[in-house]
């Protein structure tokens, strides 16, 4: 008994045509383009970008709920005088750093063919810079630490989370 064709056949109404007829007449996608596109590899867009901000900006109040009014601690620095980091200044820092640092890298995007390694470079150092302000700044041992801890938390999720958004050169073209 021969075995049913599993996708039927359609033949074409040009007599000079035979065989079977395309289904689409999409061009395909290359492999790669739908690797990193359907199995979200690496998404890209301003969407993703601003999800990013959204990210940093969770992780930092959440690091600040636990430390601030779970464990207890006074989170004060001397900047010009004792100043109390509430939530609206970590929010604050957090979105404008991150926005800064989306702001390079698109910058960098648009004028070398190495922007991501050279903006990751350059937001790593920024980060472990920073850490000089509340380790030099914070008032007491906790603060230092809970302050540090912030920065980190913000400095990995803005690094990784915009590094991952980059196209890399041979995609900007």
Do not use: Y
């Not at 601690?73 to 957090?94: C, E, K, M, N, W």
């Not at 150092?125 to 540090?148: E, M, R």
Request: aromatic share 2%; charged share 10%; with cysteine.
């Amino acid at each position: 008994m021969p075995t049913p064709n599993p996708r039927p056949t359609t033949t074409s109404p040009h007599p000079t045509t035979t065989g079977p007829r395309p289904t689409t007449n999409l061009p395909s996608a290359p492999a790669s383009a739908l690797n990193s596109t359907v199995l979200g590899s690496r998404r890209r867009g301003p969407g993703s970008r601003l999800a990013v901000v959204g990210i940093a900006a969770a992780a930092a109040l959440a690091d600040w709920a636990i430390l601030s009014p779970l464990a207890g601690l006074t989170l004060t620095a001397r900047q010009g005088g004792v100043q109390h980091i509430g939530a609206p200044a970590v929010l604050a820092a957090t979105i404008v750093v991150t926005f800064l640092g989306w702001a390079l890298l698109a910058i960098l995007e648009r004028r070398t063919h190495r922007a991501r390694n050279i903006w990751t470079a350059i937001a790593t150092i920024v980060c472990i810079t920073s850490l000089g302000s509340p380790l030099t700044n914070g008032i007491g041992t906790g603060t230092k630490l809970g302050l540090a801890s912030l920065h980190l938390i913000v400095g990995a999720i803005v690094i990784l989370g915009l590094r991952r958004t980059t196209l890399s050169a041979a995609e900007r073209c």
